[in-house]
Protein backbone atom coordinates (compact mmCIF):
# COMPACT_ATOMS: atom_id res chain seq x y z
CA UNK A 1 0.00 0.00 0.00
CA UNK A 2 3.17 2.31 1.11
CA UNK A 3 4.55 1.83 -2.09
CA UNK A 4 1.26 2.28 -4.32
CA UNK A 5 1.05 5.47 -2.66
CA UNK A 6 5.06 6.60 -3.76
CA UNK A 7 4.36 5.86 -6.85
CA UNK A 8 1.19 7.85 -7.09
CA UNK A 9 3.16 10.69 -5.34
CA UNK A 10 5.96 10.54 -8.13
CA UNK A 11 3.68 10.42 -10.73
CA UNK A 12 1.75 13.55 -9.60
CA UNK A 13 5.30 15.93 -8.70
CA UNK A 14 6.43 17.80 -11.21
CA UNK A 15 10.52 17.60 -11.35
CA UNK A 16 10.99 21.24 -9.79
CA UNK A 17 8.77 19.73 -7.09
CA UNK A 18 11.39 16.41 -6.77
CA UNK A 19 14.57 19.18 -7.23
CA UNK A 20 13.69 21.22 -4.26
CA UNK A 21 12.66 18.14 -1.84
CA UNK A 22 15.90 16.75 -2.79
CA UNK A 23 17.70 19.91 -2.30
CA UNK A 24 16.09 20.49 0.99
CA UNK A 25 16.74 16.97 2.12
CA UNK A 26 20.70 17.04 1.08
CA UNK A 27 20.90 19.74 3.76
CA UNK A 28 19.26 18.61 6.37
CA UNK A 29 20.28 14.56 6.50
CA UNK A 30 23.77 14.16 5.95
CA UNK A 31 23.30 10.31 4.70
CA UNK A 32 20.79 10.87 2.65
CA UNK A 33 22.80 13.41 0.55
CA UNK A 34 25.73 11.14 0.17
CA UNK A 35 23.11 8.43 -0.65
CA UNK A 36 21.83 10.77 -3.52
CA UNK A 37 25.40 11.67 -4.73
CA UNK A 38 26.26 8.20 -5.34
CA UNK A 39 23.73 7.81 -7.98
CA UNK A 40 26.27 10.35 -10.07
CA UNK A 41 29.31 8.67 -9.16
CA UNK A 42 30.92 6.61 -12.53
CA UNK A 43 28.52 9.01 -14.42
CA UNK A 44 28.58 12.46 -13.57
CA UNK A 45 32.25 12.84 -11.53
CA UNK A 46 35.04 9.95 -10.51
CA UNK A 47 34.03 8.18 -7.59
CA UNK A 48 36.18 8.59 -4.73
CA UNK A 49 36.94 6.22 -1.59
CA UNK A 50 37.35 9.17 0.42
CA UNK A 51 33.38 9.30 0.13
CA UNK A 52 32.55 5.59 1.50
CA UNK A 53 35.06 5.78 4.31
CA UNK A 54 33.51 9.16 5.05
CA UNK A 55 30.16 7.81 5.10
CA UNK A 56 31.07 4.67 6.78
CA UNK A 57 32.59 7.10 9.84
CA UNK A 58 29.42 8.76 9.84
CA UNK A 59 27.58 5.97 10.85
CA UNK A 60 29.70 4.74 13.30
CA UNK A 61 29.77 8.54 14.77
CA UNK A 62 25.95 8.00 14.64
CA UNK A 63 25.82 4.71 16.31
CA UNK A 64 28.45 5.20 18.73
CA UNK A 65 26.73 8.28 20.25
CA UNK A 66 28.07 9.98 23.06
CA UNK A 67 30.45 7.48 24.38
CA UNK A 68 31.94 6.52 20.91
CA UNK A 69 31.00 2.75 21.20
CA UNK A 70 28.26 0.95 19.21
CA UNK A 71 26.24 -1.25 21.93
CA UNK A 72 25.48 -4.82 21.60
CA UNK A 73 21.73 -4.12 20.17
CA UNK A 74 22.79 -1.17 17.92
CA UNK A 75 25.21 -3.49 15.61
CA UNK A 76 22.24 -4.54 13.78
CA UNK A 77 20.90 -1.56 12.41
CA UNK A 78 24.70 -0.31 11.96
CA UNK A 79 24.85 -3.26 9.99
CA UNK A 80 22.07 -2.93 7.82
CA UNK A 81 22.87 0.79 7.23
CA UNK A 82 26.60 -0.41 5.89
CA UNK A 83 24.90 -3.06 3.80
CA UNK A 84 23.33 -0.27 1.98
CA UNK A 85 26.59 0.85 0.52
CA UNK A 86 26.94 -2.44 -0.64
CA UNK A 87 23.81 -2.64 -2.16
CA UNK A 88 25.61 0.03 -4.26
CA UNK A 89 28.41 -2.06 -5.27
CA UNK A 90 26.70 -4.88 -6.05
CA UNK A 91 24.45 -2.42 -8.77
CA UNK A 92 27.81 -1.18 -9.88
CA UNK A 93 28.94 -4.60 -10.63
CA UNK A 94 25.42 -5.00 -12.79
CA UNK A 95 26.13 -2.47 -14.70
CA UNK A 96 30.08 -3.14 -15.21
CA UNK A 97 30.86 -0.02 -13.23
CA UNK A 98 34.17 -0.90 -12.15
CA UNK A 99 35.65 2.47 -10.51
CA UNK A 100 32.61 2.59 -8.29
CA UNK A 101 33.15 -0.89 -7.21
CA UNK A 102 36.51 -0.47 -6.35
CA UNK A 103 36.22 2.93 -4.55
CA UNK A 104 33.34 1.31 -2.77
CA UNK A 105 34.96 -1.32 -1.60
CA UNK A 106 38.26 0.20 -0.82
CA UNK A 107 36.85 2.79 1.03
CA UNK A 108 34.93 0.67 3.56
CA UNK A 109 37.73 -1.45 3.55
CA UNK A 110 40.02 1.73 4.54
CA UNK A 111 38.39 1.58 8.22
CA UNK A 112 38.02 -2.34 8.59
CA UNK A 113 39.90 -1.88 11.73
CA UNK A 114 37.93 0.92 13.12
CA UNK A 115 34.44 -1.62 12.21
CA UNK A 116 35.69 -4.15 14.22
CA UNK A 117 36.80 -2.31 16.82
CA UNK A 118 33.82 0.04 17.14
CA UNK A 119 31.57 -1.96 19.37
CA UNK A 120 30.42 -4.62 20.92
CA UNK A 121 30.52 -7.42 18.56
CA UNK A 122 29.10 -10.77 20.67
CA UNK A 123 26.82 -11.20 17.81
CA UNK A 124 28.95 -10.79 14.82
CA UNK A 125 27.72 -7.93 13.22
CA UNK A 126 30.74 -6.35 12.76
CA UNK A 127 32.76 -8.77 11.46
CA UNK A 128 30.33 -9.76 9.31
CA UNK A 129 30.81 -6.17 7.07
CA UNK A 130 34.44 -6.73 7.05
CA UNK A 131 33.68 -10.03 5.82
CA UNK A 132 31.08 -9.16 3.01
CA UNK A 133 33.39 -6.21 2.02
CA UNK A 134 36.05 -9.04 0.70
CA UNK A 135 32.63 -11.03 -0.87
CA UNK A 136 32.57 -8.38 -2.93
CA UNK A 137 35.82 -7.98 -3.62
CA UNK A 138 36.25 -11.43 -4.72
CA UNK A 139 33.17 -11.75 -6.46
CA UNK A 140 34.75 -8.87 -8.22
CA UNK A 141 37.78 -10.72 -8.85
CA UNK A 142 36.46 -13.55 -10.22
CA UNK A 143 34.65 -11.61 -12.95
CA UNK A 144 35.84 -12.75 -16.52
CA UNK A 145 34.94 -9.40 -18.06
CA UNK A 146 37.14 -7.56 -16.13
CA UNK A 147 39.25 -5.38 -18.23
CA UNK A 148 43.04 -5.65 -17.85
CA UNK A 149 43.41 -2.25 -16.63
CA UNK A 150 40.83 -3.25 -13.39
CA UNK A 151 42.94 -6.24 -12.74
CA UNK A 152 46.14 -4.19 -12.70
CA UNK A 153 44.75 -1.66 -9.91
CA UNK A 154 43.06 -4.33 -7.98
CA UNK A 155 46.66 -6.48 -8.00
CA UNK A 156 48.55 -3.09 -7.06
CA UNK A 157 45.93 -2.30 -4.08
CA UNK A 158 45.97 -5.83 -2.44
CA UNK A 159 49.52 -6.37 -2.58
CA UNK A 160 50.28 -3.03 -1.06
CA UNK A 161 47.80 -3.35 1.56
CA UNK A 162 48.45 -6.61 2.34
CA UNK A 163 52.86 -5.70 2.45
CA UNK A 164 50.92 -2.64 4.51
CA UNK A 165 49.68 -5.72 7.10
CA UNK A 166 46.36 -4.14 6.74
CA UNK A 167 43.90 -6.58 9.03
CA UNK A 168 46.78 -8.22 10.32
CA UNK A 169 45.83 -10.61 13.12
CA UNK A 170 42.60 -11.76 11.59
CA UNK A 171 42.21 -13.64 8.72
CA UNK A 172 41.46 -10.97 6.40
CA UNK A 173 44.82 -10.09 6.26
CA UNK A 174 45.24 -13.19 4.21
CA UNK A 175 42.71 -12.20 1.61
CA UNK A 176 44.74 -9.39 0.11
CA UNK A 177 47.28 -11.61 -0.96
CA UNK A 178 44.69 -14.32 -2.02
CA UNK A 179 43.33 -11.66 -4.65
CA UNK A 180 46.92 -10.29 -5.62
CA UNK A 181 47.73 -14.18 -6.31
CA UNK A 182 44.42 -14.67 -8.43
CA UNK A 183 45.38 -11.45 -10.21
CA UNK A 184 49.35 -12.63 -10.83
CA UNK A 185 49.08 -13.24 -14.18
CA UNK A 186 52.78 -12.40 -15.62
CA UNK A 187 56.17 -13.15 -14.39
CA UNK A 188 56.20 -10.36 -12.74
CA UNK A 189 53.45 -10.27 -10.67
CA UNK A 190 54.39 -13.21 -9.84
CA UNK A 191 57.68 -12.08 -8.34
CA UNK A 192 56.27 -9.09 -6.43
CA UNK A 193 53.57 -11.52 -4.49
CA UNK A 194 56.24 -14.19 -3.73
CA UNK A 195 58.89 -11.60 -2.69
CA UNK A 196 55.93 -10.33 -0.40
CA UNK A 197 55.52 -13.88 0.59
CA UNK A 198 59.07 -14.45 1.86
CA UNK A 199 59.17 -11.59 4.57
CA UNK A 200 56.81 -13.78 6.55
CA UNK A 201 59.34 -15.71 8.26
CA UNK A 202 58.51 -18.39 11.56
CA UNK A 203 59.92 -16.31 14.61
CA UNK A 204 60.42 -19.48 16.91
CA UNK A 205 58.32 -20.83 19.11
CA UNK A 206 55.49 -18.38 18.47
CA UNK A 207 52.47 -19.62 17.52
CA UNK A 208 51.06 -16.74 15.82
CA UNK A 209 54.42 -16.22 13.68
CA UNK A 210 54.40 -19.96 12.81
CA UNK A 211 50.59 -19.91 11.49
CA UNK A 212 51.65 -16.92 9.52
CA UNK A 213 54.71 -18.60 8.03
CA UNK A 214 52.65 -21.33 7.27
CA UNK A 215 50.10 -19.81 5.51
CA UNK A 216 52.10 -17.48 3.34
CA UNK A 217 53.71 -21.18 2.16
CA UNK A 218 50.09 -22.14 1.28
CA UNK A 219 49.88 -19.53 -0.96
CA UNK A 220 53.51 -19.30 -2.35
CA UNK A 221 52.54 -22.98 -3.47
CA UNK A 222 49.38 -21.72 -5.29
CA UNK A 223 51.45 -18.82 -7.12
CA UNK A 224 54.31 -22.14 -7.75
CA UNK A 225 51.22 -24.16 -9.65
CA UNK A 226 50.49 -21.32 -11.93
CA UNK A 227 53.85 -22.04 -13.80
CA UNK A 228 55.62 -24.98 -12.51
CA UNK A 229 55.05 -29.06 -13.48
CA UNK A 230 53.29 -31.31 -10.77
CA UNK A 231 56.86 -32.85 -9.66
CA UNK A 232 58.19 -28.68 -9.27
CA UNK A 233 55.09 -28.72 -6.65
CA UNK A 234 55.14 -31.59 -5.06
CA UNK A 235 59.24 -30.98 -4.38
CA UNK A 236 57.98 -27.53 -3.23
CA UNK A 237 55.93 -29.39 -0.28
CA UNK A 238 59.12 -32.09 -0.13
CA UNK A 239 61.28 -29.09 0.82
CA UNK A 240 58.43 -27.30 3.81
CA UNK A 241 56.89 -30.63 4.85
CA UNK A 242 57.49 -28.89 8.52
CA UNK A 243 54.01 -27.40 6.93
CA UNK A 244 51.48 -29.91 8.42
CA UNK A 245 48.53 -29.15 5.57
CA UNK A 246 52.11 -30.24 2.90
CA UNK A 247 52.72 -33.45 4.61
CA UNK A 248 49.03 -34.16 5.05
CA UNK A 249 48.88 -33.40 1.33
CA UNK A 250 52.32 -35.47 0.53
CA UNK A 251 50.66 -38.53 2.78
CA UNK A 252 47.39 -38.59 0.85
CA UNK A 253 49.59 -38.82 -2.48
CA UNK A 254 51.82 -41.80 -0.80
CA UNK A 255 48.66 -43.27 0.11
CA UNK A 256 47.36 -43.41 -3.33
CA UNK A 257 50.40 -44.30 -4.80
CA UNK A 258 50.15 -47.06 -2.08
CA UNK A 259 53.79 -46.50 -1.20
CA UNK A 260 53.47 -47.36 2.19
CA UNK A 261 57.30 -46.79 3.06
CA UNK A 262 56.36 -43.49 2.07
CA UNK A 263 53.58 -42.60 3.95
CA UNK A 264 55.63 -44.16 7.47
CA UNK A 265 58.84 -42.24 6.86
CA UNK A 266 56.46 -39.10 6.47
CA UNK A 267 54.82 -39.91 9.38
CA UNK A 268 57.24 -40.90 11.88
CA UNK A 269 58.85 -37.76 10.20
CA UNK A 270 55.80 -35.92 11.15
CA UNK A 271 55.41 -36.73 14.76
CA UNK A 272 59.25 -36.07 15.52
CA UNK A 273 58.98 -32.79 13.83
CA UNK A 274 55.78 -31.41 15.95
CA UNK A 275 56.16 -33.32 19.32
CA UNK A 276 55.00 -29.95 20.76
CA UNK A 277 51.53 -30.50 19.35
CA UNK A 278 49.73 -33.08 20.36
CA UNK A 279 47.41 -32.90 17.78
CA UNK A 280 48.93 -33.26 14.95
CA UNK A 281 51.16 -36.02 16.25
CA UNK A 282 47.77 -37.53 16.59
CA UNK A 283 47.07 -36.99 12.98
CA UNK A 284 50.69 -38.90 12.23
CA UNK A 285 49.69 -41.37 14.38
CA UNK A 286 47.03 -42.29 12.85
CA UNK A 287 48.46 -42.72 8.81
CA UNK A 288 50.99 -45.38 10.42
CA UNK A 289 47.80 -46.86 12.19
CA UNK A 290 46.24 -47.10 8.79
CA UNK A 291 49.37 -49.01 7.00
CA UNK A 292 49.72 -51.01 10.17
CA UNK A 293 46.36 -52.32 9.03
CA UNK A 294 46.91 -52.49 5.83
CA UNK A 295 49.95 -54.37 5.51
CA UNK A 296 48.78 -56.74 8.77
CA UNK A 297 51.49 -55.72 11.17
CA UNK A 298 49.21 -56.12 14.10
CA UNK A 299 51.92 -55.73 16.58
CA UNK A 300 52.22 -51.98 15.61
CA UNK A 301 48.72 -51.66 15.27
CA UNK A 302 47.45 -52.57 18.40
CA UNK A 303 50.12 -50.33 19.68
CA UNK A 304 48.64 -47.57 18.43
CA UNK A 305 45.12 -48.78 19.07
CA UNK A 306 45.81 -48.55 22.62
CA UNK A 307 47.37 -44.97 22.11
CA UNK A 308 44.22 -43.90 20.15
CA UNK A 309 41.59 -45.37 23.35
CA UNK A 310 43.65 -43.83 25.98
CA UNK A 311 43.69 -40.73 24.28
CA UNK A 312 40.30 -40.32 22.94
CA UNK A 313 38.16 -37.32 24.00
CA UNK A 314 34.98 -38.05 22.54
CA UNK A 315 35.09 -35.60 19.91
CA UNK A 316 37.28 -37.83 18.08
CA UNK A 317 35.95 -39.40 14.60
CA UNK A 318 34.08 -42.81 14.92
CA UNK A 319 37.62 -45.03 13.35
CA UNK A 320 39.52 -43.80 16.50
CA UNK A 321 36.94 -43.52 19.45
CA UNK A 322 37.95 -45.98 22.20
CA UNK A 323 34.81 -48.43 21.51
CA UNK A 324 36.38 -49.14 18.01
CA UNK A 325 40.14 -49.13 19.45
CA UNK A 326 39.09 -51.40 22.47
CA UNK A 327 37.33 -54.00 19.45
CA UNK A 328 40.53 -53.30 17.26
CA UNK A 329 42.72 -54.33 20.24
CA UNK A 330 40.47 -57.23 20.84
CA UNK A 331 40.54 -58.45 17.43
CA UNK A 332 44.36 -58.31 17.01
CA UNK A 333 45.48 -59.55 20.34
CA UNK A 334 46.35 -63.07 20.23
CA UNK A 335 43.96 -65.88 20.66
CA UNK A 336 44.60 -66.90 24.33
CA UNK A 337 46.19 -63.68 25.38
CA UNK A 338 43.92 -61.18 25.76
CA UNK A 339 42.50 -61.88 29.60
CA UNK A 340 46.51 -61.03 30.13
CA UNK A 341 46.02 -57.69 27.92
CA UNK A 342 43.05 -56.73 29.72
CA UNK A 343 44.49 -57.09 33.22
CA UNK A 344 47.54 -54.26 31.50
CA UNK A 345 44.82 -52.19 30.30
CA UNK A 346 43.22 -52.33 34.07
CA UNK A 347 46.34 -51.37 35.19
CA UNK A 348 47.16 -48.21 32.92
CA UNK A 349 43.95 -46.75 33.90
CA UNK A 350 44.20 -46.90 37.07
CA UNK A 351 48.23 -45.48 37.26
CA UNK A 352 46.68 -42.95 35.24
CA UNK A 353 43.35 -42.47 36.73
CA UNK A 354 41.32 -42.49 33.69
CA UNK A 355 38.10 -43.61 35.42
CA UNK A 356 35.98 -43.13 32.26
CA UNK A 357 38.43 -45.64 30.50
CA UNK A 358 38.33 -48.21 33.83
CA UNK A 359 34.55 -48.80 33.93
CA UNK A 360 34.69 -48.70 30.09
CA UNK A 361 36.52 -51.67 30.50
CA UNK A 362 34.99 -53.46 33.41
CA UNK A 363 31.64 -52.84 31.76
CA UNK A 364 33.01 -54.58 28.15
CA UNK A 365 34.26 -57.60 29.92
CA UNK A 366 31.62 -57.69 31.79
CA UNK A 367 33.42 -57.31 35.64
CA UNK A 368 30.56 -56.18 37.74
CA UNK A 369 31.88 -57.41 41.00
CA UNK A 370 35.34 -54.58 40.03
CA UNK A 371 32.73 -52.23 38.95
CA UNK A 372 30.99 -52.29 42.27
CA UNK A 373 34.01 -52.47 44.41
CA UNK A 374 34.78 -49.07 42.13
CA UNK A 375 31.46 -47.57 43.50
CA UNK A 376 31.77 -48.85 47.33
CA UNK A 377 34.86 -46.16 47.11
CA UNK A 378 33.32 -43.70 44.82
CA UNK A 379 29.18 -43.53 46.54
CA UNK A 380 28.50 -40.56 44.11
CA UNK A 381 24.93 -40.54 42.62
CA UNK A 382 26.55 -39.89 39.36
CA UNK A 383 28.22 -43.01 39.29
CA UNK A 384 25.19 -45.02 40.05
CA UNK A 385 22.49 -43.74 37.59
CA UNK A 386 25.73 -43.59 35.05
CA UNK A 387 26.34 -47.54 36.55
CA UNK A 388 25.06 -50.36 33.72
CA UNK A 389 21.74 -52.35 35.27
CA UNK A 390 23.49 -55.72 35.45
CA UNK A 391 25.60 -53.63 38.35
CA UNK A 392 22.39 -52.63 40.18
CA UNK A 393 20.67 -55.78 39.53
CA UNK A 394 23.09 -57.88 40.86
CA UNK A 395 23.48 -55.85 44.18
CA UNK A 396 20.35 -54.01 44.71
CA UNK A 397 20.29 -54.05 48.25
CA UNK A 398 23.85 -52.17 48.68
CA UNK A 399 22.92 -49.59 45.82
CA UNK A 400 19.91 -48.91 48.13
CA UNK A 401 22.01 -48.19 51.30
CA UNK A 402 25.12 -46.29 49.22
CA UNK A 403 22.71 -43.96 47.01
CA UNK A 404 20.31 -43.52 50.18
CA UNK A 405 23.22 -42.63 52.14
CA UNK A 406 24.15 -39.92 48.92
CA UNK A 407 21.23 -38.20 48.45
CA UNK A 408 21.07 -37.34 52.44
CA UNK A 409 24.38 -35.77 51.64
CA UNK A 410 23.14 -34.21 48.86
CA UNK A 411 20.31 -32.34 50.31
CA UNK A 412 22.69 -31.11 53.41
CA UNK A 413 24.08 -28.96 50.80
CA UNK A 414 21.32 -28.20 48.92
CA UNK A 415 20.27 -24.29 49.61
CA UNK A 416 17.91 -23.29 46.89
CA UNK A 417 14.80 -24.03 44.36
CA UNK A 418 16.99 -25.70 41.64
CA UNK A 419 19.19 -27.78 44.28
CA UNK A 420 15.86 -28.59 45.84
CA UNK A 421 15.01 -29.37 42.39
CA UNK A 422 17.61 -31.78 41.39
CA UNK A 423 17.32 -33.58 44.77
CA UNK A 424 13.51 -34.71 43.76
CA UNK A 425 15.38 -35.93 40.79
CA UNK A 426 17.90 -38.15 43.14
CA UNK A 427 14.92 -39.49 45.03
CA UNK A 428 13.02 -40.58 41.97
CA UNK A 429 15.59 -42.41 40.85
CA UNK A 430 15.84 -44.12 44.41
CA UNK A 431 12.68 -45.10 43.82
CA UNK A 432 13.12 -46.29 40.70
CA UNK A 433 16.20 -48.43 41.92
CA UNK A 434 13.84 -49.62 44.70
CA UNK A 435 13.98 -47.59 47.94
CA UNK A 436 10.64 -45.88 48.04
CA UNK A 437 10.47 -46.67 51.98
CA UNK A 438 14.25 -45.13 51.78
CA UNK A 439 12.89 -41.88 49.99
CA UNK A 440 9.68 -41.83 51.87
CA UNK A 441 12.01 -41.26 54.84
CA UNK A 442 14.68 -38.47 53.57
CA UNK A 443 11.01 -36.63 52.25
CA UNK A 444 9.81 -36.71 56.22
CA UNK A 445 12.95 -35.85 57.40
CA UNK A 446 13.65 -32.51 55.05
CA UNK A 447 10.45 -31.36 55.20
CA UNK A 448 11.31 -31.45 59.06
CA UNK A 449 14.38 -29.44 58.51
CA UNK A 450 14.58 -26.16 60.43
CA UNK A 451 14.94 -23.30 59.48
CA UNK A 452 11.57 -24.08 57.59
CA UNK A 453 12.16 -24.28 53.61
CA UNK A 454 9.12 -23.38 52.14
CA UNK A 455 10.82 -23.86 48.39
CA UNK A 456 12.03 -27.30 49.18
CA UNK A 457 8.66 -28.00 50.59
CA UNK A 458 6.85 -26.96 47.54
CA UNK A 459 9.25 -28.92 45.04
CA UNK A 460 9.31 -32.04 47.23
CA UNK A 461 5.40 -32.02 47.26
CA UNK A 462 6.43 -32.52 43.61
CA UNK A 463 7.27 -35.95 44.06
Not at 21 to 30: G, P
Not at 281 to 293: F, G, I
Not at 355 to 378: C, G, H, P, S, V
Not at 401 to 412: C, E, G, L, P, Q
Amino acid sequence: MKTDNIELLLSELDKQQLADFIRKECVNDVQFRERFLALGAGTLFKPNPNTYTSRVEDLIEDYGGRDGYIEYHDTFDFNREVSRIFDEADEAIKNQQWEVVIAILTGVGAVGEDILNCGDDSAGELGAIVSECFEKWHQLCDKESLPNDIKNQIFELALQRFNEKDLKGWDWWWDWIEMAVQLADTPEKKSHVVKALDEIKPDGDDWSARYSSQTAQKYKLKIISKQSTPEEQRQFMYDNAGNPDFRKRLLQMAWDEENYDEVLRLANEGVNHDAKWTGLVSDWHKWEYKVYCKIGNNANAIQLARYFFFRGYGWEEKEFSKENMYSQMKTLTPCGQWGKYVETLISEANGKKDYIRLLFIYTQEKMWDKYMEYLRRNPYVRNIDDAPEEVIALNKDEIISIYTAAVRHYFKQASDRNSYREGVGLLRNLIKYGGKSEADKIVIEQKSRTPRRPALIDELSKL
